[in-house]
Every structure is written in C-alpha cells, then in structure tokens.
C-alpha cells in the first residue's frame, strides 16, 4: 500500500495550490480517502475525506469553504484544490485511505509572504 502526495510548495496568503495523491499496491475504489496534515510543533490531524463511491465529503471547520477534495478511481488519484490560503495552513501535507494506514510521503505547503 502506498500513497504519495506532491505539490506543495511556497504560497502566499490568499494565494492557491492543487495538491495531488497516487496511490499504488491496493484496491483503491473500496476505500474512502483523505487528506491530513501535520503543522509544525502540532499532531497530524484530518482535515477532508471523501467516500468511496458516492462521493460524500467531509471537511474539518478550519478548511470548510476553501479546500475540495476530489479523486479519479480511474487513474487512482486524489486532489485537494485550496484556495484563499492563510499563514495556518502551512504544514506537510498527506493523503491516505480513511482511516489511514502506512503513511507515505506527505508534501510541505507554505504559506507565507
């Protein structure tokens, strides 16, 4: 099982980014995903999720409005569209089945002028 996230990078506030996620070595359809991250100093926390197939999203109050989930079953991807960003979203990035397994490799998201 593996799920790599990438597109992070230097933003600043108000700015976006689209993260994305492959995943590998599963069957990725079956399971629900998410998005969490881990700001430094701070725990890893969920901030999205969405379902399987249905595609019912869940978002934590902090990123309600400004961050999208989606994904491709198809290509077994995982996208997170964040906009408006603010200095508090800055942390790595990861994505994972939900609930989450082996952590792959997140990807750092700054924010900052």
């Known amino acids: 099982v593996q799920l790599q996230a990438s597109g992070g990078g230097l933003v600043q506030p108000g700015g976006s980014l689209r993260l994305s996620c492959v995943a590998s070595?599963?069957?990725?359809?079956?399971?629900?995903v998410g998005w969490f991250r881990q700001a430094p100093g701070k725990d890893r926390e969920g901030i999205s999720c969405?379902?399987?197939?249905?595609?019912?999203?869940y978002y934590r109050d902090p990123v309600k409005g400004r961050f999208t989930i989606s994904r491709d079953n198809a290509r077994k991807k995982v996208y997170l569209q964040m906009n408006s960003l603010e200095p508090e979203d800055t942390a790595v990035y990861y994505c994972?089945?939900?609930?989450?397994?082996?952590w792959g490799q997140g990807t750092l998201v700054t924010v900052s002028s």
């Open positions: 070595g599963f069957n990725f359809d079956q399971y629900a």
């Open positions: 969405m379902s399987n197939r249905e595609g019912v999203t």
């Open positions: 994972n089945t939900d609930p989450p397994g082996q």
